[in-house]
């Protein structure tokens, strides 16, 4: 048999989706874009449509899987409300920078702007979030349209890019055309540009790696690591960039956070050599732009990223190179090796500040979550994924969970809440090989909990550590440092999330200690390989790693009073 001579829009949309090697799309379904929901019919088991309960888990599970895979991930919602949803996974992918595309159906051609049903200004909305808004307004275009939308959003720093798909056009047809996907070569450093870095490195006494990022391959992992080791460079990772390195490398010394290891603060300051790969200095790492962003003699500054117009937005670098990461990290690893004993001996210093700094604060009388959160971390298969949203429970997680292996920490750096749940799902579904462990908070957890009947129905490998405090704790912190004991808004009335858990047919515990933590999770693992979901009751008043709620001062390593 012949193959058909024409497409329909929504089926070209969806052949250009798969020519670029993506087979999985998150949607929630609307009328607005029944043309490409049919063509993803047609396909049968040979595409994998993702239902979801809400347009932001939806997009936040397409995010998730494009930083997993390097292919964009694909989200699909209707008009209007659809589209005000899903604004939190552009906003997300934008940050990350995450390859992402979001198909839109919109209204019928002719009636934008004409009061119609739900309509949408999507080149207004998206515009500050997306790297281009497309509008498919004729079907002959179609093709092109999505094509340049898949290749845009893995240029340079990869980012989201928005497809308006009007409801009328998606069903008109068109001659079927060649669709194979444009091949995108890595970005080479200049090699002058390379040998200026290699001089300036070897004069320098203080030197400090900082890793940002996403798009890292296994093999740039490698050449870096190769390089820092061989040569005793510290390296540090920017904000929840702590799995680009492994962080059992004699190398690596901390991640500059939230709360950073004292003495890597310290080393920080003083570096006379700063070489950032990838990622950006942003509010985090700039303690709120205090440090790091004014030039300084003392300090040489090298940043190397894909794109040039994002170079130097915090901090204005010495020598600023545009590059893929894995061509520059090869340069780098094939230089001689650097005979600097000093650097040696500052790398294993840090390298045991970062280690005293893993351990666990203890507070008199309170069961503090880090404990959990070192147990579980030493009994989780090494190449564990773990998923992150926002509040300080996600502190406790990122200073005393031990990352072994790349793309092993899927937490966004603008740190939106409600995230863990929906990453971990599609975490589970595009590496169905490894454990996958979404920590949330009470107040997280809720926010996308509904998607939970997805990873029931299809029985995926995760498990949900539900961190309960019964506050808003982030929030309550910062009231209580600015407004001691006049909190307002942060008290949480929670549901009972054993019986929540059981009502999807999710195996669930309660526990209190960290090794009932541990044991749980073995015993829930073992006769149960889909979803788990454990509930630890913390203390509300410890509120972060080193502190109480209700004082100022952070705790110190030991026993501290309560």
């Known amino acids: 048999m012949n193959p058909p001579t024409d497409r329909t829009v929504g089926q070209v949309v969806v052949d250009v989706i798969r020519a670029h090697g993506v087979r999985r799309a998150y949607c929630v379904p609307g009328e607005s874009y029944l043309g490409v929901l049919e063509a993803v019919r047609e396909l049968g088991s040979e595409f994998d449509l993702v239902v979801c309960r809400h347009e932001g888990g939806a997009a936040y599970m397409a995010e998730a899987s494009g930083r997993l895979t390097g292919l964009p991930g694909v989200c699909m919602v209707t008009r209007g409300p659809g589209a005000c949803n899903a604004a939190i ?11 992402l595309i979001l198909l839109v159906g919109e209204v019928t051609t002719g009636t934008q702007g004409r009061a119609a049903f739900q309509d949408i200004d ?47 056009v998606q069903f008109e047809s068109v001659p079927a055309t060649s669709l194979l996907p444009r ?68 190398s690596y010394v901390g991640s500059i956070g939230v709360v950073t290891p004292p003495e890597l603060s310290t080393y920080l300051a003083q570096s006379d050599l700063l070489l950032l790969l990838g990622g950006q200095l942003g509010e985090i790492e700039t303690a709120r732009y205090s440090r790091l962003t004014e030039p300084h003699e003392s300090r040489y500054v090298v940043h190397v990223l894909p794109s040039a117009e994002l170079q130097g937005l ?28 000093q650097w040696e001996q500052q790398c294993r210093s840090l390298k045991a500040a970062y280690e005293n700094f893993l351990r666990p604060v203890q507070f008199a009388g309170r069961i503090n979550p880090a404990n959990a959160v070192e147990l579980l971390s030493q009994t989780l298969p ?6 992150l949203g926002a509040g300080n429970y996600t502190h406790f997680v990122l200073r005393h969970h031990v990352f072994h292996c790349a793309d092993s920490l899927l937490a966004p750096v603008c740190a939106p809440m409600g995230y863990s749940v929906p990453a971990a799902i599609a975490a589970a579904m595009e590496a169905p090989q490894r454990e996958v462990v979404a920590y949330a908070g009470d107040g997280c957890f809720l926010m ?35 407004y001691p004991g006049r909190p307002i808004a942060t008290d949480l009335h929670n549901p009972d999330f054993m019986a929540y858990a059981t009502s999807m047919g999710i195996p669930a515990r ?46 110190m390593h030991g026993t501290v009073a309560p």
């Open 382 to 387: 090494t190449d564990t994924i773990v998923t």
């Open 314 to 341: 915090a901090l204005q670098p010495n020598l600023a190179i545009t590059s893929d990461m894995e061509p520059v990290c090869r340069a780098l690893a094939s230089a001689p090796v650097m005979q600097t004993p």
């Open 183 to 250: 091949d995108c070569p890595a970005t080479a450093p200049d090699d002058s540009a390379v040998a200026r870095l290699l001089t300036k490195l070897r004069t320098a006494q203080r030197p400090l790696i900082l890793v940002g990022g996403t798009q890292w391959t296994a093999q740039a992992r490698t050449f870096l690591l190769d390089f820092a080791q061989r040569n005793h460079i510290p390296v540090a990772s920017t904000f929840r960039r702590l799995d680009l390195m492994a962080n059992t490398s004699p």
């Open 448 to 482: 996308n909990a509904q998607e939970l009947v997805t990873a029931a129905q299809r029985k995926l490998r995760l498990s949900v550590i539900l961190l309960n405090n019964g506050i808003y704790g982030s929030i309550r912190m910062h009231q209580e440092l600015k």
């Open 122 to 168: 999507l080149q207004s909305f998206y515009g500050g979030m997306a790297k281009k808004v497309f509008r498919v307004t004729h079907a002959r275009e179609a093709a092109t349209v999505m094509r340049q939308a898949f290749q845009l959003a893995m240029a340079g720093t990869p980012g989201p890019v928005v497809v308006g798909l009007p409801e009328d």
């Open 89 to 99: 996974g552009l906003h997300t992918a934008q940050h990350e920078g995450t390859p």
């Open 510 to 555: 309660r526990v209190r200690e960290p090794d009932q933590l541990v044991q749980a999770w073995k015993e829930l693992r073992a006769i149960h390989q889909g979803p788990i979901l454990i509930e630890m009751m913390t203390d509300p008043e410890i509120v972060a790693p080193q502190r109480l709620i209700t004082r100022a001062v952070p705790a």
